[in-house]
């Protein structure tokens, strides 16, 4: 099983970027899917997440609003399309694979992709 992170880059304060996750080895259909952030120092956390049944989607506080999650069963991938970003979103950016259930539990999650730096400066 893969999951290959991409999308990250340099933006400014109010910019955009998308993040995209493409899996291999496994039956995209059956996993929720969900993003992760990590800070140097810190815990990682869950940023917003999609379940694998009826597309139900949450999302951190932080970020309600601003970001969207999305997948695309058909190619196995799943999005994250980050809005009005601020220089706190600045973090590696992690997608994630879950056979038993979706949420920002970290421990739910059975793979995780490499992650991709998001920074946002000025």
């Known amino acids: 099983v893969q999951l290959q992170a991409s999308g990250g880059g340099l933006v400014q304060p109010g910019g955009s970027l998308r993040l995209s996750c493409e899996t291999s080895?496994?039956?995209?259909?059956?996993?929720?899917l969900g993003w992760f952030s990590q800070t140097p120092g810190m815990e990682r956390e869950g940023v917003s997440c999609?379940?694998?049944?009826?597309?139900?989607?949450d999302y951190s506080d932080s970020v309600k609003g601003r970001f969207t999650i999305s997948r695309d069963n058909a190619k196995n991938r799943v999005y994250l399309q980050m809005n009005n970003l601020r220089p706190e979103d600045t973090a590696v950016y992690y997608c994630?694979?879950?056979?038993?259930?979706?949420?920002?539990?970290?421990?739910?999650?059975?793979?995780w992709g490499q992650g991709t730096q998001v920074t946002v400066s000025s």
């Open positions: 994630a694979a879950s056979i038993s259930s979706s949420g920002f539990d970290v421990d739910v999650y059975d793979y």
């Open positions: 080895g496994l039956t995209f259909d059956d996993y929720s």
């Open positions: 999609i379940d694998r049944v009826a597309g139900r989607t």
